[in-house]
T-cell receptor, first 113, second 115 residues
Framework: AQSVAQPEDQVNVAEGNPLTVKCTYS??????LFWYVQYPNRGLQFLLK??????LVKGSYGFEAEFNKSQTSFHLKKPSALVSDSALYFC???????????FGTGTRLQVFP | DAGVIQSPRHEVTEMGQEVTLRCKPI?????LFWYRQTMMRGLELLIY????????DSGMPEDRFSAKMPNASFSTLKIQPSEPRDSAVYFC?????????????FGDGTRLSIL
């Protein structure tokens, strides 16, 4: 069965510094990977996805993610964090047997001014 | 372009009452998903539809929960009778189709409190 893990409950970073939110996955075939962001009292918003092709995927709001097959990771990155990036971030993998999205437990990103 | 619309945004009701949550997916989207989010259990998929037909309801917790999609632009999630442990935020999401590379678009949820 497919699964995804987000090892950090919270990540703290100063504004202007680079940020990384970690995600590792376990799949039986080629992974379909996604990142979503959730702001307070809002639904999840799609940021980016990896299906195939370049290992570096660019998404919304200046975010990007690097797919690393050997390390089974799909870390979310941004070169310069903004206070407005503070939110809950979810990594997800598509379960190819059921077509369901399997979400991680979420990582709360706090960007300090 | 309007996103996924859910109503009501907040619902507070007493234990034993019937609760109906509503969702209007994005026009042209063929797949619709209902999720529940709690601190303890995170985000759980309850049921999903494709072309108005329920495909997988294995996440529906009990017979007290039921979902319908009478047409392509409307779905309901009903809880009868409601219990305090049903308190959560319920999200509806839609996507173009059920296949692997299509992102899901979420509504802003219904925050349900059962007293």
């Amino acid at each position: 069965a497919q699964s995804v893990a987000q090892p950090e409950d919270q990540v703290n970073v100063a504004e202007g510094n680079p940020l990384t939110v970690k995600c590792t996955y376990s799949v039986s075939g080629n992974p379909y990977l996604f990142w979503y962001v959730q702001y307070p009292n809002r639904g999840l918003q799609f940021l980016l996805k990896y299906i195939t092709g370049d290992n570096l995927v660019k998404g919304s709001y200046g975010f990007e993610a690097e797919f690393n097959k050997s390390q089974t990771s799909f870390h979310l990155k941004k070169p310069s964090a903004l206070v407005s990036d503070s939110a809950l971030y979810f990594c997800a993998v598509r379960d190819l047997d059921t077509d369901k999205l399997i979400f991680g437990t979420g990582t709360r990103l706090q960007v300090f001014p | 372009d309007a996103g996924v619309i859910q109503s009501p945004r907040h619902e507070v009701t007493e234990m034993g009452q019937e609760v109906t949550l509503r969702c209007k997916p994005i026009s042209g989207h063929n797949s619709l998903f209902w999720y529940r989010q709690t601190m303890m259990r995170g985000l759980e998929l309850l049921i999903y539809f494709n072309n108005n037909v329920p495909i997988d309801d294995s996440g529906m917790p009990e017979d007290r929960f039921s979902a319908k999609m009478p047409n392509a632009s409307f779905s309901t999630l009903k809880i009868q009778p409601s219990e305090p442990r049903d308190s959560a935020v319920y999200f509806c999401a839609s996507s173009l189709d059920r296949y692997s590379n299509q992102p899901q678009h979420f509504g802003d949820g219904t925050r349900l409190s059962i007293l």
